[in-house]
């Protein structure tokens, strides 16, 4: 197993190169370091991962964890189910706007202070953020979005087809999401539906 890790602190960042610099299975994203949590920085991030990963070699499965996770199941049984299920992705999707149509209306805004240099979590900045999102929109300036909105989750285990698949498509991210509101609750499912379907 190789891990590619996204590490926001510059000074944690050295100390893990130091620690893990004879590991090669250990890899610091540099291409791309930081990544925040509603941002689209996060979505890029992980595509550039498995995009380095893909080109350093040839993995059976992407497996995208926060910092915050920890396998629950030992090692031997993971790769049991993963080879039961082989060449199966999973993702999930919480809903879809068929079921909440106002997921497209919030999905066609664009709000113009997010993935900037990081998402807004002040409470003023995020209200003006919205507020100018809705002035925006009422103007008409609204993104050009066909496919179907749907909203699920950052984490997944993808199949090394279906990662290849979402890394050659890696601009749909930027040309879909950029000045989003949490794309990265939206990428995955989307691209997956688009690029490669079941």
């Known amino acids: 197993d190789h891990v590619f890790i996204m590490i926001n602190d510059n000074d944690l960042r050295g100390k893990i190169h130091f620690v893990y610099a004879e590991d090669r299975r250990v890899h610091i994203s540099e291409t791309q370091e930081f990544a925040q949590e509603g941002d689209m920085s996060l ?3 992980t595509i550039i991962q498995m995009k380095e990963a893909l080109e350093y070699d040839e993995y059976d499965y992407f497996i995208n964890l926060t910092d915050g996770m920890m396998p629950i ?7 049991a189910f993963l080879t039961e299920h ?3 992705d999973f993702y999930h999707i919480a809903r879809t706007e068929k079921e909440d149509p106002q ?3 919030k999905a066609l805004k664009y709000y113009t202070f997010t993935n900037l240099l990081s998402f807004p979590t002040g409470a003023l900045v995020r209200w003006f953020t919205k507020a100018n999102a809705s002035f ?6 609204r993104r050009k979005l066909n496919d ?7 984490w997944f285990m993808l199949s090394r087809e279906s990662a290849k698949k979402i890394v050659a498509e890696f601009n749909y991210v930027s040309a879909s999401f950029k000045l989003s509101w949490y794309p990265e609750e939206m990428y995955i499912p989307m691209m997956m539906e688009k690029f490669a379907p079941d």
Not at 136 to 141: E, R, V, Y
Not at 148 to 154: A, C, E, H, K, N
């Open 136 to 141: 925006l929109n009422a103007l008409g300036l």
């Open 43 to 45: 979505a890029r991030g």
């Open 73 to 79: 199941k030992p090692r031997s049984e993971i790769i």
């Open 148 to 154: 179907v909105i749907m909203i699920g989750s950052p």
């Open 86 to 88: 082989e060449g199966k």
């Open 103 to 105: 997921l497209r209306k």
